[in-house]
């Protein structure tokens, strides 16, 4: 058996917060879900860490304000039974204002998802849905 064959289809859900500078509007989070190929819920884990963190973007919304995007954690994630598809695909994605409800409605443990530090420098990088900030 070759190692693509040991391979494994994951379901994670990565959480993000989205911060516009300024602090006139609250953080907003962000929950996206990614297909993660591993062979074991270990290593799926830290491929998925690893996809969060690749995420992480700052940008110039039209206002001119620095829009933040900080991965705080892999909220969850499950062994999938579906077909082989594209890895880091984004299956689902959906945002939320309230990260502490989101905690509570889905029991997760206040380390498994990190608020973002203010302090944290900006990171360039490339996140898609750029406008939504």
Known sequence: MDEQEEQQLYIAALVFSVVVEGGYRPAR???????????????????????????????LNQFGDTVRWTF???????????????????????SFDDLDHYRRLFNIPTDQLQRPDPQDPPRDSTLGGGDNG
């Open 29 to 59: 989070y962000s929950e996206d879900v990614v297909l993660i190929n591993a062979g074991s819920e270990d290593e799926a884990r830290l491929a998925a860490e690893r996809a969060g963190e690749r995420e992480q973007t700052s940008y």
């Open 72 to 94: 705080l954690g892999v909220a969850d994630l499950q062994m999938s039974d579906l077909p082989a598809a594209e890895p880091g695909v984004s299956l689902y994605s959906r």
